[in-house]
């Protein structure tokens, strides 16, 4: 008796089962939660917070932030970041003066962790929301962020 | 009369077979080593340490900031609750009064964790024993969960949220409004979950009187988190000794005294109600304030012993910091809730079939990482 009744239970919820699933079949068209990537590229915007890469935005003069104070350096816990810096003279004041020469930034070792950003006393590095990192070679992964022929703002301190 | 004689000629031998290290059931690259005579397993040989990636050696090497973005790699699916333990211990060892706001936040971001987990890990455990369709309803509602860290950490899974001190920066705008539309959307889908899993024949058949752990065995084996709890173990962190804003909030702590494997899936699926019912108490009223106290850009811990236990999504995480009073620490160990539940698998293995130890590793609910650290 015991096993028609094993079948009856079984089959029952079963079907209990699927009154979920079939829901959400006949009304998949309006609840549909997946995306069609890559055809969104153009719509698809990540949020405004989203650790992508660290960039270094450049004004319209060619000139960014950075010091050189090499804290963020300090702070990565990966060495993902490594300042060149060079000395020369403050135009201004005419003393000695600790200049950037490369940032060079490793995406490939950068663990997102966003603590150089936190660092950095002069907001001069920024995330961006870029999610399509993959290239065919590493080496590719190794940026240097300030420009080439680009200086320091006037005026920025740490 | 010569079947008689083949019958008793006829030996069983115990053998070994190898599940994982890439054993779809195994959540990773864990190996199990089995001796098995015919279906039935006589041993479970767990063999570790094909991810291990040595943190605590590496936290020796860093400053205390760095640290916690490195137990973001343990439990990945506990992430915000393993930054939250060491920045605990830090925040312990200096003696920092940390603001309401943070210690708010700080606990409405580790209950979502817990949802979050609880519900990969629903979904999985439907996989493992055979109902595929398990899968992409937790999945579902963990996405949105996603989006909420998303928006206001900036990672899905890695945060780093917590400094030392209190939060990275301050919650998104959205992140109230989003976090109720949650859990408007969750209540009504939760229920889902009891009618397509929870009351099927097929599951309970595979899941009821597998596995069972007593509570002896549970405190022996050091068990925690819904392990230890559906053993009728009282182990919860949040409940014995609160930190962050636990000790404003009530919630039941989910207890059974089964055992088996369908207590360990009814202990989770309760832990989400609680979850919920939990950020509803403090969504409301998060105190305004500073999102962290000013720290030395240099932390330096006083000389002397640390140590922190926090409840994740897979039971009690202890972070034991010992310092020389120097910038580094001079030796880190965490105790990961993985590893003492992985202990005990061999133990309510032994005797069942190898359908059913799958079924128990289910609830189990192994990280890898977690394990190897
Ligand atoms: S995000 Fe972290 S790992 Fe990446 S460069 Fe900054 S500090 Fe280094
Ligand atoms: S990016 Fe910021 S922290 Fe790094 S060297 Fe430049 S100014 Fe200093």
């Known amino acids: 008796m015991s096993y028609f009744s094993d079948i009856y239970n079984g089959i029952k919820t079963l079907l209990t089962g699927m009154s979920v699933t079939g829901k959400y079949f006949l009304t998949s068209r309006k609840g549909a939660i997946t995306q069609q990537y890559p055809d969104n590229r153009d719509t698809l915007k990540m949020f405004e917070r989203f ?63 966003g603590l150089c950003i936190e660092a950095c006393p002069t907001d001069a590095i920024v995330w961006a929301q870029n999610y399509e990192n993959s290239t065919y070679d590493r080496t590719q992964l190794t940026k240097v962020l300030n420009r080439p022929g680009s200086k320091v703002k006037a005026g920025v301190e740490d | ?164 001190g209190g939060l990275m920066f301050d919650i998104h705008p959205n992140f109230v409004k989003r976090t109720k539309e949650f859990i408007t959307h969750f209540k009504t889908k939760l229920p889902e979950y009891d009618t397509l899993l929870t009351g099927n024949i097929i599951f309970q058949k595979r899941t009821k009187g597998v596995g069972i752990l007593s509570k002896e065995d549970a405190i022996s084996f050091g068990a925690s988190g819904p392990v230890g709890r559906a053993s009728g173990y009282s182990c919860d962190v949040r409940k014995h000794h ?30 989400m109600w609680e979850s919920m019912a939990i950020i509803e108490q403090l969504i409301d009223n998060i105190p305004e304030g500073e999102h962290k106290v000013a720290t030395n850009a240099v932390i330096k811990l006083p000389k002397g012993e640390f140590y922190q236990k926090v409840e994740t999504a897979r039971g009690e995480l202890g972070v034991y910091i010992i310092s020389t009073g120097t910038k580094n620490p001079y030796r880190v ?19 069942g079939k190898i359908g059913d130890l799958v079924a128990s590793m289910a609830t189990l609910d192994l990280v890898i990482p977690d394990i190897d650290r």
């Open chain 2, 1 to 164: 009369m010569e079947t008689t004689a083949v019958k008793s000629n006829f030996k069983s031998e115990e053998y070994f077979i190898n599940m994982g290290p890439q054993h779809p059931a195994t959540h990773g690259v864990l190996r199990l080593l089995l001796t098995i005579d015919g279906e039935i397993i006589k041993k479970v040989e767990p063999d570790l340490g094909y991810i291990h990636r040595s943190i605590e050696k590496m936290c020796e090497r860093d400053s205390y900031q760095q640290i916690v973005h490195l137990t973001d790699r343990m439990d990945y699916l506990s992430s915000h609750i393993n930054n939250e333990a060491v920045c605990l211990t830090v925040e312990n060892a200096l003696q920092l009064e940390i603001p309401d706001r943070v210690q708010v936040i700080r606990t409405i971001l580790s209950e979502l964790t817990r949802i979050a987990s609880h519900c990969l890990w629903w979904g999985v455990m439907g996989m493992d024993v055979g109902a595929l369709t398990t899968y992409f309803y937790g999945f579902r509602d963990r996405e949105m969960i996603n989006d909420i860290f998303e928006e206001t950490c900036g990672a899905r899974l890695t945060m780093n949220y917590n400094i030392p």
């Open chain 2, 242 to 271: 609160p930190y962050s804003a636990y000790d404003r909030v009530t919630f039941n702590e989910a207890l059974k005294t089964e055992g088996d494997t369908f207590a360990r899936y009814q202990v989770r699926i309760q832990e």
């Open chain 1, 51 to 113: 650790r992508g890469e660290v960039v270094m935005p450049h004004d319209e003069n060619n000139e960014h932030q950075c010091t050189g104070c090499q804290k963020c350096e300090l702070a990565c816990p990966n060495g993902s970041i490594e300042i060149i810096w060079d000395r020369g003279i403050d135009e201004a004041t005419g003393k000695k003066k600790k200049f950037i020469d490369k940032h060079v930034y490793h995406l490939g070792l950068c663990t997102m962790c």
């Open chain 2, 333 to 351: 160990k965490f105790r990961s809730p993985g590893f003492s539940n992985l202990s005990l698998l061999n133990h309510i293995a032994v005797g």
